[in-house]
């Protein structure tokens, strides 16, 4: 028989607590908790216990279409995103960023009995994980940029809502370095993505201004 770990009771002023394996997987694997993102490393975990934002949704949707024209101007190029999926590494690492990005062969594919996760023991690394940061900034730069470079991830980006800023880092001789260039999305100016945040405009308004740019 198989017991059953409580989920930890959380004090939301300290939000990365001690927890082992057990107790992460009694929130990832709790239907009533689904809506809540979780992170594990080190064992420590951090919950986000608030509900997605306006601004936030905003900005992630915009980074989702952008992608989406990106490639569409890249003809022969598969790409899966899986926004919101909790990627692990079994009994080390979990993380659910805003988005995952696999470019090319070998993305996770599900099958009927497994859980609903990306199991990296079983599949590659994602070739792109991005945070929108609207009220997370800090602990995006900080505690999770370490949980995706132990993860592996070739590219992380950040997105500051508030001051929209896109801070973009490879893993680069097993260190990220902040790059401005996007070496996934090969030869993507980060730029662009600031000045398309930048547009006060509807965010698909934003959109078709950005698929502009990479048609001139």
Same mark, same amino acid.
């Given at each position: ?5 409580? #989920?930890? =009771?959380? $004090? ?5 607590? =001690? ?12 239907? %009533? ?9 080190? +064992?420590?975990?951090?919950? /986000?216990?608030?509900?997605?934002? !306006? +601004?936030? =949704? ?18 022969? !190029? ?6 919101? =999926? ?11 960023? &805003? ?19 990306? +199991?990296? /023991?079983?599949?590659?690394?994602? /070739? ?5 940061? /609207?009220?997370?900034?800090?602990? &995006?730069? &900080? ?16 997105? %500051? ?27 993507? #100016? ?9 547009? &006060?405009?509807?965010?698909? $308004? ?7 740019? !990479?048609?001139?």
């Amino acid at each position: 028989m198989t017991a059953t770990v409580a #989920p930890l =009771s959380l $004090n939301t002023s300290q939000q990365w607590i =001690s927890a082992t394996w057990e107790e992460y997987l009694s929130y990832v694997e709790n239907p %009533d908790l689904e809506s809540q993102g979780v992170f594990f490393n080190l +064992n420590r975990m951090w919950v /986000d216990m608030g509900n997605e934002g !306006i +601004n936030h =949704s905003q900005v992630n949707k915009l980074l989702t279409m952008l992608l989406f024209v990106w490639f569409s101007q890249k003809p022969g !190029i598969k790409f899966q995103l899986l926004g919101g =999926s909790v990627i692990e590494k079994p009994g080390q690492q979990g993380a659910a960023p &805003d988005e995952v990005l696999y470019v090319g062969e070998g993305y996770p594919v599900w099958q009927v009995g497994e859980p609903r996760r990306v +199991n990296l /023991d079983r599949w590659r690394v994602p /070739d792109l994980v991005v945070e929108v940061a /609207d009220t997370t900034l800090a602990i &995006d730069l &900080d505690e999770k940029k370490q949980l995706y470079l132990a993860l592996g991830i070739l590219e992380y980006w950040v997105i %500051d809502v508030k001051g929209q800023r896109v801070l973009a880092f490879r893993l680069i001789d097993g260190v990220y370095q902040q790059v401005l260039v996007s070496v996934v999305l090969a030869g993507l #100016p980060i730029e662009l993505i600031e000045q398309t945040l930048s547009i &006060d405009e509807a965010n698909g $308004n934003a959109a078709m201004w950005f698929a502009k740019q !990479i048609n001139l």
